[in-house]
């Protein structure tokens, strides 16, 4: 099994969250970027299919050179080899089209991402991949298992969950539950000292047009100071008469 | 030209949120001097979307489809969509319509923006405002191809009633192979589920241990609201994994949203900022989430939870 892992580099959970050039752009100063935790949880999913029935794990992002730490890191976890297609993620629709082209080129059989990245929320890039690429998909998914070209993975719905079945090829947009948080792998000495030595292959990007873009950016209005109130008569009583929500 | 309305149903009875969809549909149909056309798969009763402003409702029966699939549904939206001439498309932003709504988008060669809260600021560019960056900002995302599909983050517009004497038509669609199959569904049955919730009640190690529940659900029950907790609680096995809201737990979206014995890590917040109307109970007048919270009582749970619940069955029934 050929496994393409696609792996987005976003800003720390706890950075803080600033814009710059007239709030167009992304304020990366002083901003810690890392793995996408949704891409981390299919990561080690990844892993464990090349451990456990020998499958081959090769990660991709679509950024410019200032990601490879992040892809180094992938590596360092355990990723057999690594690809930088060389463009800016100008937008869902057109880092899709890119990731496309890997999978077709390089012959992958499972593609495995995150439900969504944390810096842009989209949710889109695997679903768009799956369609253009015509494999069968799932979003969300909260557990899996590979035989052959046969896969059975459970997803996320509302209240519950539902168990599928589908074949390879396939692309799985992964979350919290494709392996438990306290399974995550962390990178030890040895993986950091062999990820510098495995392939990180450069590609240019083939010619899309995005099909959004931002124009602005703007943060949400400054909360008002919380109301501490002494006891639970106030609080119902501001709950139903000036927040309505009871 | 028309505006085409995905309403969402699960078992024969449309979501709340295809009432929101519509009820937004209605008013994008309105800003681009165009129609509102309703799309309804195995759903509920027409007259029901009538009453949000759905003028035409396209009924979709397929009894190959009792449970949703991506691939189907997708491929059902966008064959109405070119029947209907439909330039924007508007899914919700739950679970399933983020998984179908980008096959849509590649389906019809649209751009697609997700978990948008608000009427496109301009139609031309059409520029939509969405959520960004974990709910700590908002992106105004202009969509620059002929046809497009619009992601509407739950709770964000709301539903607006809005009669019409609408009409309907049956519409026979192609099914694609499905790819994937339903195997098997498991729901907690009779309870208000946190997607759905107007109000949640989420606790967390403040609590103690899992024994001490029952009065959040007490709690949860007097107000119709659905449970949850923070990541620690679901990793200690004390709840399930399924309630554990925050980054890489279920988000929530609710109107309002009550914290109690939670200090408020910002994985947690970034769930939960969607949120309303946000109340804290906490011991530690410094726990972060007072910052982040509407209201708040200084105290112990095991003391104001019980009095709430006492106060708030009275409030109920008064």
């Known amino acids: ?246 | 030209m028309s505006v085409l309305v995905f309403a969402d149903s699960s078992e024969g009875k449309f979501k709340k949120s295809a009432f929101e969809v519509v009820s937004y549909g209605k008013k994008v149909a309105e800003q681009l001097g165009s129609k509102v056309v309703t799309l309804s798969i195995n759903g509920g009763d027409a007259s029901e979307l009538y009453a949000y402003g759905a003028e035409k409702v396209i009924e979709v029966k397929e009894d190959s489809l009792s449970t949703f699939n991506a691939k189907a549904y997708a491929s059902i939206i966008q064959q109405t969509a070119d029947a209907q001439n439909s330039n924007v498309v508007i899914i919700d932003s739950s679970i399933d319509g983020l998984f179908v709504a980008p096959m849509v988008a590649v389906a019809l060669e649209a751009g697609y923006a997700s978990n948008v809260v608000a009427l496109p600021s301009s139609t031309e560019p059409f520029t939509v405002k969405r959520k960004a960056f974990s709910n700590k900002a908002f992106s105004n995302t202009v969509i620059s191809t002929d046809k497009k599909v619009i992601g509407l983050a739950k709770n964000s517009f709301g539903a607006h009633e809005n009669s019409v004497s609408g009409s309907t038509e049956s519409f026979s669609a192609t099914l694609p192979e499905l790819g994937v199959s339903s195997t098997s569904v498991e729901r907690a049955s009779g309870k208000v589920t946190i997607a759905d919730a107007d109000i949640v009640v989420s606790a967390g190690r403040g609590l103690k241990g899992p024994e001490n529940w029952g009065m959040i659900e007490e709690l949860a029950e007097v107000l119709g609201a659905a449970t949850a907790c923070s990541k620690p609680v679901s990793d200690l096995g004390w709840r399930p994994h399924g309630e554990h809201v925050g980054q890489t737990g279920k988000p929530v979206a609710s109107n309002l949203y009550i914290a109690i014995g939670i200090s408020g890590a910002i994985q947690h917040l970034a769930g939960i900022n969607a949120s309303k109307v946000k109340v804290v109970i906490n011991t530690d007048a410094d726990a972060p989430f007072f910052k982040a919270a509407d209201y708040g009582i200084v105290g112990d749970a095991f003391e104001v939870v019980p009095q709430l619940v006492e106060k708030l069955k009275a409030f109920k029934q008064s």
């Open chain 1, 1 to 246: 099994m050929k496994i393409l892992v696609c792996i987005s580099h976003v800003p720390d959970t706890t950075s803080k969250i600033n814009f710059t050039d007239n709030d167009t752009k992304f304020d990366t100063n002083g901003v810690q970027f890392v793995i996408n935790p949704y891409d981390e949880f299919s990561l080690t999913r990844a892993m464990w299919f090349k451990e456990k029935q020998g499958a081959t794990v090769t990660v991709v992002n679509v950024g410019n050179a200032t990601t490879e730490p992040t892809l180094r890191k992938a590596l360092a976890i355990g990723a057999d080899d690594a690809i930088r297609v060389n463009a800016e993620a100008t937008d869902g629709l057109f880092v899709a089209k890119q990731l496309a082209e890997i999978v077709k080129n390089g012959g992958f059989d499972l593609v495995l991402a995150g439900r969504e990245s944390i810096d842009y929320n989209g949710g889109m890039v695997p679903g768009m991949l799956a369609s253009l690429l015509d494999f069968n998909f799932v979003n969300g998914c909260v557990g899996m298992e590979v035989e052959g070209t046969n896969a059975s993975l459970s997803r996320e719905i509302d209240g519950g969950e539902e168990s599928l079945s589908t074949s390879l090829p396939l692309v799985v947009a992964g979350q919290k539950g494709i392996v438990e948080e306290k399974d995550l792998r962390i990178p030890n000495m040895r993986g950091i000292m062999m990820a510098r030595k495995k392939p990180l292959n450069v590609v240019e990007p083939v010619g899309v047009d995005a099909a959004t873009s931002t124009q602005s950016f703007e943060k949400p209005a400054p909360k008002g100071a919380v109301k501490l109130v002494d006891n639970v008569d106030d609080l119902i009583n501001l709950l139903h008469t000036e927040a309505k929500v009871i």
